[in-house]
C-alpha cells in the first residue's frame, strides 16, 4: 500500500481512538502514520538522489540487467520456472529503470549539471 494511503489510515485509527477512549487504537494510528511518513521520506530522499547521479544508477541497472539474466538463465536450465519469471522480471525493471536513469542523465547535461 502506498505511504499516503498508511498515513490516511493511521491519522483515522488515531482519531478513532481518541473518540472512543482506545489508547491501544490511538498508539497504532500514531505509529502507522511516523512509519509510513517515514517510508515517504526515504523514496522523496532516493528520488532526489537519482536526479543528482543518475550515472551512478545506470552502473546499478547494468548490474541488475545482468544478474536477472544469469537468473533467467540459470532457472531455464534446471527447470525453476519461478527462478526464471524472477530473473526475466527483474531484467525487465532493470532496463525500465535504464531508460529514466539515461533520460536524467540527458536533462542533466542540457541543464548544465
Not at 489508547?23 to 517510508?39: F, I, M, P, T, Y
Request: charged letters at 30%; glycine letters at 10%; proline letters at 1%.
Amino acid at each position: 500500500m502506498s505511504s499516503l494511503y498508511n498515513q490516511t489510515a493511521g491519522a483515522i485509527k488515531e482519531t478513532v481512538g481518541n473518540i472512543v477512549g482506545n489508547n491501544d487504537l490511538v498508539k497504532a494510528g500514531r505509529e502507522q502514520w511516523a512509519e509510513s511518513k517515514g517510508e515517504q521520506k526515504i523514496q522523496e530522499n532516493r528520488a532526489h538522489r537519482e536526479k543528482e547521479n543518475p550515472e551512478l544508477h545506470r552502473a546499478v541497472d547494468s548490474a541488475n540487467n545482468i544478474s536477472g539474466a544469469a537468473k533467467e538463465v540459470f532457472g531455464q536450465a534446471i527447470g525453476d520456472k519461478s527462478m526464471e519469471a524472477e530473473g526475466h522480471n527483474q531484467r525487465t525493471q532493470a532496463k525500465g529503470n535504464a531508460v529514466y536513469h539515461d533520460k536524467l542523465t540527458r536533462d542533466n547535461t542540457k541543464a548544465g549539471i
